[in-house]
C-alpha cells in the first residue's frame, strides 16, 4: 500500500511510521502544489496525508484506489469533501490537536493590539522612552469580548478571557443558551456581538455561508474603536474592506493570523498599516502540537488502512462503497 504526504516541510521519522506497523506501505512525500504535480505524485495512493494543497474535484478523480484523505490540522476547506464521499474515500481531520495554541494565538494577538506593545517596542528602539500615555489602551475588566463561534477553540478563548478580566459574549447557531451560560458566556446574535464587542474574534470554519461572514457591513456594525481577531481561516474577512476601517481609524486595530491569499501578497494593504498585527498563518504551532498532529495523521491514515472506521471522520462512507 501507498501513503503519500503532499508536503515536504513535515519531517517523518522512523518511530512515526510505526504507525504503520503490521502494513506493508511504501510512504513517500511529495514535493511540488500545482495541481498536476498532485495528479502526478498521488494518483496510485491508497492514503494522502494533506497539508494546505487543493484537492479539488480533478485531482480526487484521479485517484485510482484511494481510501482517505487525512488533513494535517482542523480545517478541510481546501479538500472537496463531496467530491470524495462520491469516489467512497474517507476525509479525515485532527480536531483536537492544537486547539490550546490557537486559543493562545488569539489571546496573545487581542493583548498585543490592544496594548499597543508592537508600537511601545518600535518607540523604545527609535524613541527613546515614553511611558506614562498611550491613547486607546483599557482595562480588560471594562471591555467585552465577543467570539464569532463556540466550538472547542472558542470555548478555550472564552475561559481565558474571562480570567484576563473580560466580559464574554458568543454568536453560535448550534449552541443552546444554557450550555453557554455553563461557561459564563452570554449568547446574543451575530449582530449584538458586532455592537457591543470591545474586541471581536473569529473561530468559525470557511465554508460558503461563513465566506466574508466580517465584510464592509459587519466592519461598520462594529463598535468604533473595538479590535477585530482572526486566528481561524483565510476568505473569512474582506481584506480590503478591513484595511478601509483600519485605516479610517473606525477601527482601533485587528491581529490576522489567516489570510485569503497565503503568502500574503507583497501588494496586500494590510502590510502597510501600524495598527494591524499580522502573523503568517502560524496560531496552530508549538513543539507538542506539530508532534502530536503528526502523530495522529498517521495514526488515523493507519486505521482506515486496517479496515477499521477512522475516528475523526468528516464525511460518512458506506462500508461496501469504500474505495
Given amino acids: 500500500m501507498k501513503v503519500v504526504m503532499t508536503n515536504t516541510m513535515v519531517p517523518i521519522t522512523d518511530e512515526d511510521l510505526k504507525a504503520f506497523d503490521g502494513l506493508d506501505v511504501d510512504f513517500q512525500i511529495i514535493e511540488g502544489t500545482s495541481e498536476q504535480a498532485l495528479l502526478d505524485g ?15 474535484k480533478t485531482v480526487i478523480d484521479n485517484l485510482e484506489h484511494c481510501r482517505s484523505l487525512t488533513r494535517f490540522g482542523i480545517g478541510y476547506d481546501t479538500i472537496d469533501v463531496p467530491a ?4 467512497g474515500i474517507w476525509v479525515t481531520n485532527v480536531p483536537d490537536a492544537n486547539y490550546r495554541e490557537v486559543a493562545v494565538h488569539a489571546i496573545a494577538l487581542a493583548l498585543s493590539v490592544t496594548r499597543r506593545l508592537p508600537a511601545l517596542d518600535a518607540g523604545i528602539r527609535t524613541e527613546g522612552w515614553a511611558s506614562s500615555f498611550f491613547p486607546g489602551v483599557r482595562r480588560p475588566d471594562d ?34 443558551a444554557a450550555d453557554a451560560a455553563d461557561l459564563g458566556v452570554e449568547l446574543v446574535s451575530k449582530d449584538a456581538v458586532l455592537e457591543r ?14 465566506r466574508n461572514i ?13 479590535v477585530l481577531i482572526n486566528v481561524s481561516r483565510g476568505g473569512l474577512i474582506d481584506e480590503a474592506a478591513l484595511a478601509d476601517a483600519l ?26 498599516l501600524d495598527n494591524i498585527i499580522l502573523s503568517p ?25 486496517r479496515g ?16
Fill in 42 to 56: 498521488t494518483r496510485d495512493a491508497d492514503a494522502v496525508i494533506i497539508l494546505a494543497e487543493q484537492f479539488t
Fill in 84 to 87: 470524495a464521499t462520491e469516489r
Fill in 143 to 176: 471591555q467585552v469580548f465577543g467570539l464569532l463561534g463556540l466550538g472547542r477553540i472558542g470555548r478555550r478563548v472564552a475561559t481565558m478571557a474571562q480570567a484576563i478580566g473580560y466580559t464574554v459574549i458568543a454568536f453560535d447557531p448550534v449552541v443552546s
Fill in 197 to 210: 464587542a470591545d474586541i471581536v474574534s473569529i473561530h468559525v470554519p470557511l465554508m460558503e455561508s461563513t
Fill in 214 to 226: 466580517i465584510d464592509a457591513a459587519a466592519l461598520a456594525r462594529m463598535k468604533k474603536g473595538s
Fill in 247 to 272: 485605516r479610517s481609524g473606525h477601527l482601533f486595530g485587528a491581529g490576522i493570523d489567516a489570510f485569503g491569499n497565503e503568502p500574503l501578497e507583497a501588494e496586500s494593504p494590510l502590510r502597510d
Fill in 281 to 305: 498563518h502560524a496560531a496552530h504551532w508549538s513543539e507538542e502540537s506539530w508532534n502530536e498532529t503528526r502523530r495522529k495523521v498517521l495514526e488515523e491514515a493507519a486505521r482506515i488502512l
Fill in 308 to 323: 477499521e472506521h477512522p475516528r475523526n471522520p468528516v464525511n460518512q462512507i458506506e462500508r461496501e462503497t469504500a474505495a
